[in-house]
């Protein structure tokens, strides 16, 4: 069964005839070429395809792209354009310059899904622990990084954007 | 993995549903936040030829404090109930369970209705609507029905909602007298759903002693079910370590224990004599 779609792409106005269970990720994948959003386990455990929908992180394996009807999204390729210019360092998202400064990432295949959890979480934060942090991102899994070095990058991009992060005694267990 | 091929229907208000469901069959599904449905169309675990997508409907979101209770609309997102004030002074522990449920993300798009209506043997909520006595509204093309939570879960993903009804409301009542609350769970590590999961409200009288307490429990059978020789053992008696430890080696009295590749029927049965400890003991000691 076909389905009209009309939404906004990272603020891109969208019109797609899709097929009604087409996953949103696919449908920013494959129709849209924003391969940015990774498929990781397809299972709504990894976070490998988050993005944002209106304005809140969400798994995009786990909603139908029928489902953003009249609705916005915002992936990794958009991320950047959800902070005023002024915040923005070398035309980046500070969470973006921050997985860069701190070596957030190393094979890079969960970055885009963390980077948009983390982004969602200080754009709607005024202060933050670092265990906080890390709990926000329970959602998000890597194997390389052993996650301390991106629990550090988020941490720099909240300094950036003027979000306090407490230091706290359990943070580097 | 893609989900077999169904019908789609957006509808824009409850006639629109009830009139598209009419259309799509007996089979048909509503789907609001997805997150347990879209799983398991995915595994084809569910083939259902149509999907009816309520969120569009005006009205079903949001939390209000009302003489008659906490009201919360079906298609409240979980987050905002972990969140919400009016819920944190309330009813504390429905808070907690709302910020236990998946990760940040699911509890972003993940609805308390979705989540009561599917009523997954390892689910969160429903532990917390048995022991907060919730009231189920659903509202069918025959008009608007009530339906206590006790009577609500009646099997394994199987509530007491007919085919064509929809789950509109959940109400808690308001706490009276010197009550305190707690939810805990071991959740599974890989999927965060509850191994086993205890919802524990406890009232104490003038005397000290339990006037009421009442413990809902999740993940331990094939449904959630309420410990009553748990809790009718310790009504009258003092809260103490000794009267709690034993009162919670009923809490499986009332369910066939599951097992699966992580929990034997023996661990499951252990835990939730000791999550029944940990939620009772929290419970009072949360009564201010």
Redesign the interface.
């Known amino acids: ?1 076909g ?1 009209t779609v009309h939404t906004r792409v990272n603020g891109q106005p969208i019109e797609r005839e899709i ?3 087409q ?1 949103l990720v ?1 449908f920013l994948r494959d129709e849209l070429g924003l391969t940015g959003t990774h498929v990781g386990c ?4 990894c ?1 490998a395809c ?1 993005v944002w ?1 209106d304005g ?4 995009s394996c ?3 792209a ?2 953003v ?2 609705h916005e999204v915002t992936t990794v390729e958009g991320l950047a354009e959800t902070v005023p210019e002024a915040q923005r360092i070398e035309g980046l998202h500070p969470v973006q310059a921050g997985f860069w400064e701190k070596h957030g990432l190393q094979c890079g295949f969960c970055t885009p899904g963390m980077m948009m ?1 983390a982004a ?2 200080l754009a709607n934060s005024e202060r933050l622990s670092q265990q906080e942090i890390r ?6 899994i890597c194997r390389c990084t052993g996650y301390q070095d991106i629990v550090d990058a988020v941490a720099f991009a909240a300094e950036k954007m003027g979000v306090s992060v407490e230091r706290d005694v359990t943070a580097s267990i | 993995m893609i989900p077999a091929a169904f019908d789609y229907y957006r509808a824009k208000s409850i006639q629109e549903a009830f009139f598209a469901k009419q259309q799509a069959g007996a089979d048909a599904k509503w789907i609001a936040g997805g997150h347990s449905l879209l799983p398991m169309m995915k595994l084809r675990l569910a083939t259902p030829p149509a999907l009816i997508d309520i969120n569009e409907i005006d009205g079903l979101s949001g939390i209000r404090l009302q003489a008659d209770g906490l009201v919360i609309g079906a298609l409240t997102h979980h987050a905002e109930i972990a969140h919400s004030e009016e819920v944190v002074r309330t009813w504390p522990l429905l808070a907690q369970a709302a910020g236990l449920i998946g990760d940040r993300q699911v509890r972003n798009r993940g609805t308390i209705g979705g989540n009561l209506a599917h009523a997954d043997p390892a689910s969160d909520l429903p532990a917390v609507a048995l022991a907060l006595e919730a009231t189920l509204v659903a509202e069918g093309p025959s008009g608007r029905r009530e339906i206590p939570a006790s009577e609500f879960f009646v099997g394994p993903m199987t509530t007491a909602l007919s085919d064509d009804e929809l789950l509109t409301q959940v109400r808690f009542p308001v706490p009276s007298g010197k009550v305190g609350s707690f939810y805990c769970k071991y959740p599974h590590p890989a999927s965060g759903y509850a191994v086993v999961g205890v919802a524990a409200v406890a009232q104490l009288g003038p005397d000290g002693k339990f006037q009421a307490v009442r413990v809902g429990v999740t993940g331990v059978g094939m449904w959630a079910y309420r410990a009553e020789t748990t809790e009718k053992e310790l009504v009258g008696k003092l809260p103490t370590q000794e009267n709690i430890a034993s009162a919670a080696q009923h809490a499986v009295d009332e369910t066939d224990v599951s097992q699966d590749l992580f929990a034997s029927e023996q661990y499951r049965t252990h835990l939730a004599a000791l999550y029944t400890v940990k939620a009772l003991q929290a419970a009072v000691q949360a009564i201010q």
Not at chain 1, 56 to 59: E, G, I, L, S
Not at chain 1, 135 to 140: I, P, S, W
């Open positions: 069964m389905v097929e009604a269970r996953l696919y397809d299972t709504s455990q976070g988050t929908l809140r992180a969400v798994k786990t909603v139908l029928a489902q009807d009249e959890t969602e979480l709990e926000a991102l329970e959602g998000n």
